[in-house]
């Protein structure tokens, strides 16, 4: 990205932080002060980037791609919150999660507000469409959230079950703002579905990428190393491992899960080159990705982006 | 009410039943499990008793009281699932409570996923004026419970404060609905604000009445007895009784609401007449009532309304 693009993206990042405070404000202080903590506090803004680059590429007015980029945030902080209580996470971002912080009956309304406060978003964008497909994607992030729970520690598990719960707790959101741009800018039904599969393959990449940073050190991700492990999630690794396991050998991984050696687990995922196949997974992810992008995007733009997808999506 | 009233009101409390099913359906089987629970076992349907009998006499057309009622009850609905994680209730209605049955996690997501189909619902009323005024309800329910907790177990709570957090948790819903009903039929502002000071009053005697069951037999109300003082919340005869105690008096009711020596606190409520006068607060929260339901509904209907009114205000 060239110095005045990065200028322009880093300007755009601040005016959807301004947003999403304006938005948050509540009259209780206590609430305030949560949100203080929250927005000073917000990770890499990744939803905030695509609306960015892709909704300035495809014609979308800044103050219109300012709107979403911030109702889109604030979806899915608002997830995390509870998703933090549920997934009895301490740290988030290399700091105390909210749950920790205030306790678990205030992260609860806590959340609750904020999803308030997003729907009163959606509603002041006065786009039926849009705050429908927003919605439509909230729902689908409690579902999959819902659905994890119930499958983990479940070991039965294949890849297409873990398609399906990554597919609503992660892509979702993102091929949801993709086609709210595509809405926005009146794309014909053709353009929205390409926009949808872009952010679903995009989604997807991004998913697995976590997925394999849960082996990477807490310096690195921000986050515990083998978090998901513990709590039982079952990630794209692992269940790489299981599918190329017997019986027998499926049994003993899931009594080293149990057992917390993580380790052991990981030195197997090494030994049986299932790191490499979930990165393959996450290549085609990729390539699928670049692809649709390459129908959207102008020639000369799109080295940026595939530098942007690289970055974002192979950490 | 006659007998073809009590009919059409029965008719149409089935009608927002149905429209509540068809919202909150779901792709995933095991969310809807919970739907079926707990739409078996939703209680009176006050805040629908409330749009059908005053907005049928302000003139609105009843598919709009249904989505209307049915907005409303599952805002109500959505706000209870988290309470009652909040309150550790066990029971509500004499059945268990979702986080008692399905566990905490799964409770915190079902709530989320009942706000969300709500807001969905609201977004298709195609009102925005309705859908931000009963998203502002919302706010304000989470924030009415977010002050409850922060005044918990306070021993400096007054009855100013106590005002302030029923008037959010509770009262707001009350006059967010009837200013709905106004705002459909496109009254003025003048008489949008007298629904609003309907509701505000329908609601504190409400909420006084549901406190001054906390000291009756769970026969009777369907919830524990001294549940509301078991978790720390102070109803107002409680607070009266503080009022009219001094300091080592209030130290002293302090120590046995700790102790759990409820009947003891309870003695005192009798002796020092607190009871009645929180009958005497509720009394003029429904003459309050009253008097501004004059202003709306045809004289031939008044005693219909008082009636209702005298039944859902005096357990």
């Not at 404000?25 to 305030?32: M, R, T, V």
Request: with cysteine; charged share 30%; aromatic share 8%.
């Amino acid at each position: 990205m060239s110095n005045i693009e990065e200028q322009n993206l880093t300007e755009f990042l601040l005016e959807v932080k301004a947003k999403m405070a304006n938005i948050t404000l509540s009259e209780n202080e206590a609430i305030n002060e949560i949100t203080s903590y929250i927005l000073s506090n917000t990770g890499k803004f990744i939803r905030s980037k695509i609306i960015f680059l892709y909704g300035s590429e495809i014609g979308v007015k800044k103050p219109k791609l300012i709107e979403l980029a911030s109702a889109a945030e604030l979806i899915h902080l608002s997830t995390l919150v509870h998703d933090d209580i549920i997934d009895e996470a301490d740290i988030r971002r290399n700091k105390p999660t909210v749950v920790n912080k205030w306790g678990i009956k205030k992260a609860i309304l806590y959340g609750d507000f904020l999803y308030t406060k997003t729907f009163q978003a959606l509603n002041s964008l006065e786009n039926i469409a849009i705050s429908n497909e927003l919605i439509k994607c909230a729902e689908n992030l409690i579902d999959g959230e819902f659905n994890q729970i119930e499958i983990r520690n479940n070991n039965t598990v294949c890849i297409e079950q873990y398609y399906d719960v990554i597919e609503k707790k992660t892509a979702v959101l993102f091929s949801g703002i993709l086609k709210c741009i595509g809405i926005e800018k009146k794309l014909d039904t053709h353009d929205l579905e390409l926009l949808k599969q872009l952010g679903l393959s995009f989604g997807r990449a991004f998913q697995i990428n976590d997925d394999l940073s849960d082996f990477n050190t807490s310096e690195i991700t921000g986050k515990a190393e083998f978090k998901d492990l513990s709590e039982g999630k079952l990630t794209l690794p692992v269940i790489l491992l299981f599918e190329d396991s017997n019986s027998n050998q499926q049994d003993q991984i899931f009594s080293l899960i149990q057992s917390g050696e993580y380790e052991t687990i990981k030195k197997k995922i090494i030994d049986s080159d299932c790191f490499k196949k979930a990165r393959i997974e996450r290549e085609k992810a990729i390539s699928n990705c670049i692809e649709y992008t390459e129908r959207f995007i102008k020639l000369d733009k799109l080295d940026n982006l595939r530098v942007f997808l690289k970055e974002t999506l192979v950490a």
